[in-house]
C-alpha cells in the first residue's frame, strides 16, 4: 500500500474477530512505530499499555462502554492504554511560555503512528476517548493521579472499509491567508 492508500484504507474500525489472535510481532510493530513518533522537545510523554490478557481486555471493554457507546469493544482482542507522563524539562517550559498542552499533542501523533502501522499490518483500530478514566486506571494499576487520554482497540477488522466523510479541502485548508 502507498501512503494514500493507506491513509483511505485506515479507518476506526468497529467489529472484531474476536477468535482471531493478534501476533504479538504486529503489536511491537505498531508499539515501534509509536515510539519512533515525533513530540515537542523529543519528550516522548507517553507509556503504552498492552492489554492482550482476555480477562483485563474484558475489564476494560466495560470501562469503555457507557450511555450506548463502545460497546463494539467487548469483541476486541488487544486494547491498549495511553498513559501521559510528564513531560521533559524543556517541553514543560515550552508548553507553559506558549500556553500549549504539549504531551496531549505528542500523544495524539503517537495514537496515529499506531493505527497507521496497525492498518499497514491489515489490523483494525479504533481510538476511545470516551471511557471510564477511573476504572481503567485501577483495572491497569496506573497511578490515580496520572491521566489516560486514550484507549485504542486493536484487533483484525470485520468490517468493510468505508468511504470516507470529511470536510472539503476548501473548507479545512486555506493559502497564505487565513481569511
Ligand atoms: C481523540 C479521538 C477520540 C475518539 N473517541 C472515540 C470513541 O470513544 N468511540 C468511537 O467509537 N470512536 C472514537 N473515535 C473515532 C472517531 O469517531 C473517528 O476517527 C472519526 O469519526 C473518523 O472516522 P474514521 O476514523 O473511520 O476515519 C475517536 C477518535 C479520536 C481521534
Not at 16 to 21: A, C, G, L, R, T
Not at 49 to 69: F, H
Not at 94 to 123: E, H, N, R, T, W
Request: aromatic share 8%; charged share 30%.
Amino acid at each position: 500500500m502507498d501512503f494514500k492508500d493507506l491513509v483511505l484504507y485506515r479507518q476506526s474500525d468497529r467489529k472484531y474477530d474476536e477468535n482471531k489472535i493478534v501476533e504479538k510481532e504486529k503489536i511491537n510493530q505498531c508499539i515501534e512505530a509509536s515510539r519512533l513518533a515525533p513530540s515537542a522537545c523529543n519528550s516522548q510523554p507517553w507509556t503504552f499499555v498492552v492489554a492482550d490478557d482476555k480477562t483485563i481486555v474484558e475489564q476494560l471493554s466495560k470501562a469503555a462502554a457507557n450511555l450506548g457507546m463502545n460497546t463494539f469493544a467487548k469483541h476486541c482482542p488487544v486494547i491498549i492504554a495511553i498513559v501521559m507522563e510528564k513531560a521533559n524539562f524543556t517541553a514543560k517550559i515550552g508548553g507553559v511560555m506558549k500556553d500549549k498542552d504539549f504531551p496531549l499533542i505528542d500523544i495524539g501523533f503517537s495514537a496515529s503512528y499506531f493505527c497507521l502501522q496497525a492498518a499497514d499490518l491489515g489490523l483494525g483500530t479504533c481510538v476511545l476517548g470516551w471511557f471510564d478514566e477511573k476504572k481503567v486506571k485501577k483495572i491497569l494499576n496506573i497511578d490515580d493521579k496520572k491521566r489516560v487520554p486514550l484507549l485504542i482497540t486493536l484487533g483484525y477488522s470485520l468490517a468493510k472499509t468505508r468511504q470516507k466523510i470529511r470536510k472539503d479541502e476548501n473548507k479545512m485548508c486555506k493559502y497564505n491567508r487565513y481569511k
